[in-house]
Nanobody, 125 residues
Framework: QLQASGGGLVQPGGSLRLSCAAS????????VGWFRQAPGKERDFVAF????????SYDESVKGRFTISLDSAKNTVYLQMNSLKPEDTAVYYC????????????????????WGQGTLVTVSS
């Protein structure tokens, strides 16, 4: 089971750190992705981290502002979000992809088999 948390209301230019905690599995054995869904829009890729944190990838819209990381000791993946913009407002979801998933497909939602419940991020003054 995945549990996403850390969302909230923040002013433009501010920061938030989202957490994706797992129970019943070891996150370092999976690729973990973050996706987001803005009001009235489809769910989009944000970032992923490969098994054991070996590599990361970001959507162009967040590159240089967001950082995905793995804390194996806490069995948690983080999404550090800096320089937030109003267009970052969305429900953020974390998900895991089965072992053996191909990196080139990890930007796709259908590469992920297990999803957390989502946490709302609102960027507004």
């Amino acid at each position: 089971q995945l549990q996403a948390s850390g969302g909230g209301l923040v002013q433009p230019g501010g920061s938030l750190r989202l957490s994706c905690a797992a129970s019943g599995r070891t996150l370092s054995s999976y690729a973990v992705g973050w996706f987001r869904q803005a009001p009235g829009k489809e769910r989009d890729f944000v970032a992923f981290i490969r098994r054991s944190g070996s590599s990361t990838s970001y959507d162009e819209s967040v590159k240089g502002r967001f950082t995905i990381s793995l804390d194996s000791a806490k069995n948690t993946v983080y999404l550090q979000m800096n320089s937030l913009k109003p267009e970052d407002t969305a429900v953020y979801y974390c998900a895991t992809a089965p072992p053996g998933s191909i990196s080139s497909t990890l930007w796709r939602q259908n590469s992920y088999s297990d999803w957390g419940q989502g946490t709302l991020v609102t960027v507004s003054s």
